[in-house]
């Protein structure tokens, strides 16, 4: 029997798929930045991207931006087993976390919008989110069960 | 430069608490936004960061961070109160703390504005208690737009005491980076 669960934790701009069921991807102290979770119930394949930005800038196809990392997070899941009928996503995150300065950016507003777009635009459903706020969430995905996890400052919390 | 600003930054922070401050270290280096969060001990650790943008001739950030307990010694310090006093951050406390945000992002900027010919101009700061990861994001947001790795001027400071620690960040944008590298050579 294999005790070890491998937990593998993203820094900004990263991704990661795994066919590994035992494994616990996540993402630590998110504030605007947005985790997307893919997750196929049948064949417990999934992944998470830490995506920073909304849009990527002309020439620079890296996923620390929303409609880089979808798509790219989707072939990668697909590569491993996962199929795109049965894919449910999940995301965490796009918190503002300074109130009073740079208001007009909004980034976290942006980069969940952008998620949520990117993901109608590739047809997967979205099953659940918890964005927006003014709080910090660490996430994890589960790829034994599909589940996430977010945790708030203090150590409360919830499954989405 | 960065080095005469920042010890223009920390006497004043001196004078406003009314205790000796020294600069541990100042060092300028090229990061990941990943690793400027392991300072802090990691991105989930609850820290009070103390915010500032740069506006003006050039941009860029500036963020002070403490851990908490030490964010609630600095506020008994600013409100000349004995050590302990303090709990919790309302509202008071958050803008005894962006005060001394103020004073030391402002006297930072006015020593490199006159070293570098600019106007420089500190935003109001903004006060927030949460995980280091999610406060930094903010500057991790603009940083990441343009480069994959920031170049940030970090410094260490003391009271004379040992008792209160902080780290000063400095962040510049394209623009005041590209005023830096092109007055006087030298940064540091």
Redesign the interface.
């Known amino acids: 029997m294999n005790l070890v669960t491998s937990t593998v934790t993203l820094?900004?701009?990263e991704l990661h798929a795994t066919s590994d069921s035992e494994a616990i991807l996540s993402c630590?102290?998110?504030?605007?930045?947005v985790a997307l979770c893919l997750y196929d119930p049948a064949t417990k394949v999934g992944g998470m991207g830490h995506m920073?930005?909304p849009a990527s800038?002309e020439g620079r196809s890296?996923p620390?931006f929303v409609d880089v990392a979808v798509p790219m997070l989707l072939s990668e899941v697909v590569k491993l087993g996962a199929q795109r009928g049965r894919l449910v996503a999940k995301l965490v995150g796009g918190?503002q976390?300074?109130?009073?300065?740079?208001d007009t950016?909004n980034?976290?507003q942006r980069n969940a919008d952008a998620a949520k777009e990117a993901l109608r635009q590739f047809q997967v459903r979205l099953a659940a989110a918890d964005l927006g706020g003014h709080?910090?969430?660490?996430v994890r995905l589960f790829l034994d069960s599909g589940r996430v996890s977010v945790t708030l400052?203090?150590g409360s919390s919830y499954e989405i | 430069m960065i080095s005469l600003s920042t010890s223009n930054a920390m006497a004043n922070l001196s004078i406003m608490i009314g205790q000796e401050v020294s600069v541990e270290n100042l060092r300028l280096r090229q990061v990941?936004?990943?690793e400027v969060?392991q300072l802090m001990g990691?991105?989930?650790?609850?820290t009070v960061g103390v915010?500032?943008?740069v506006s003006g001739s050039a941009d860029g950030h500036m963020m002070l961070m403490y851990q908490p307990a030490i964010a609630l010694a600095f506020v008994d310090l600013l409100l000349g109160q004995e050590l302990g006093s303090t709990r919790d951050l309302g509202e008071m406390e958050q803008s005894a703390l962006g005060e001394m945000g103020n004073v030391v992002g402002s006297s930072f900027l006015n020593a490199m504005a006159d070293s570098v010919s600019l106007r420089l101009m500190p935003?109001?700061p903004?006060v927030?208690?949460?995980?280091?990861?999610?406060?930094?994001?903010?500057i991790?947001?603009?940083v990441?737009?343009?480069q994959?790795e920031a170049y940030i001027a970090e410094t260490t400071f003391r009271t004379s005491d040992q008792r209160m620690s902080g780290v000063f960040f400095v962040i510049p944008g394209d623009s005041l980076m590209q005023a830096l590298e092109q007055s006087a050579g030298a940064v540091l």
């Open positions: 820094g900004l701009g630590l102290g998110l504030g605007s930045c920073v930005l800038v890296v620390k918190a976390m300074m109130s009073v300065v740079n950016l980034i976290g709080q910090g969430r660490t400052v203090g | 990941s936004m990943d969060a990691g991105p989930e650790a609850l915010y500032l943008t935003s109001p903004s927030t208690m949460d995980m280091a990861g999610a406060l930094l994001d903010i991790a947001a603009d990441l737009l343009t994959d």
